[in-house]
Antibody, heavy 116, light 109 residues
Framework: EEQLVQSGGGLVQPGGSLRLSCAAS????????LNWVRQAPGKGLEWVSY???????WYADSVKGRFTISRDNAKNSLYLQMNSLRAEDTAVYYCARDSAYGFDIWGQGTMVTVSS | QSALTQPASVSGSPGQSITISCTGTSNDIGKYDHVSWYQQHPGKAPKVMIYEVSKWPSGVSNRFSGSKSGNTASLTISGLQAEDEADYYC?????????FGGGTKLTVL
């Protein structure tokens, strides 16, 4: 079964850091681009970041300079390093596979709460 | 990176058809065919229903259809069923970014 399983998340103080992980299985990881998408409580989906390879990464303006997306193809894993966190970064974060069929596989989501 | 514009809510009775619009600009929907639609039930991860404006992923009912005209994309659901009640989001590629619509809550009366 093709799936993405997320870990990380939790409660962090403003200005703090957190790292999210997303482990892939059931498909050839290296052949796909991946994204992070977040959803603030009661709000809509917001695209956060994209990675194809180490030289092709994109970020939403709202996180540029604070978040870093990366992947470890040997571990079939995707990461999101989040620094200088703000209250407005509070959200459920999803990883999503980017294929010719849209964002076709999603992780289960992980909650990040930024609060003192 | 302004969000695409969707109506906040739509409703319909079982068996009816509804259409959800998604308005962007000439830089996103108007320029690219990388438009997709996602269904999200409460507490669940989104699910792709339409990709590349009008194509169905495997396993998605053909009651869902997509189209595009100019800067506006549309999702039509025919033969409404109770399980279609959910939030729906459009998404478009825009020059090294992706942008989502604000979401539309579909209520099946």
């Amino acid at each position: 079964e093709e799936q993405l399983v997320q870990s990380g998340g939790g409660l962090v103080q403003p200005g703090g850091s957190l790292r999210l992980s997303c482990a892939a299985s059931g498909f050839i990881f290296t052949t796909y681009s991946l994204n992070w998408v977040r959803q603030a409580p009661g709000k809509g989906l917001e695209w956060v970041s994209y990675i194809r390879d180490t030289s092709t990464v994109w970020y939403a303006d709202s996180v540029k300079g604070r978040f870093t997306i990366s992947r470890d193809n040997a571990k079939n894993s995707l990461y999101l390093q989040m620094n200088s966190l703000r209250a407005e970064d509070t959200a459920v974060y999803y990883c999503a596979r980017d294929s010719a069929y849209g964002f076709d596989i999603w992780g289960q989501g992980t909650m990040v709460t930024v609060s003192s | 990176q302004s969000a695409l514009t969707q109506p906040a809510s739509v409703s319909g009775s079982p068996g009816q058809s509804i259409t959800i619009s998604c308005t962007g600009t000439s830089n996103d929907i108007g320029k690219y065919d990388h438009v997709s639609w996602y269904q999200q039930h409460p507490g669940k991860a989104p699910k792709v229903m339409i990709y590349e404006v009008s194509k169905w992923p495997s396993g998605v009912s053909n009651r869902f259809s997509g189209s595009k005209s100019g800067n506006t994309a549309s999702l039509t659901i025919s033969g409404l069923q109770a399980e279609d009640e959910a939030d729906y989001y459009c998404c478009s590629y825009v020059s090294n970014n992706w942008v989502f619509g604000g979401g539309t809550k579909l209520t099946v009366l």
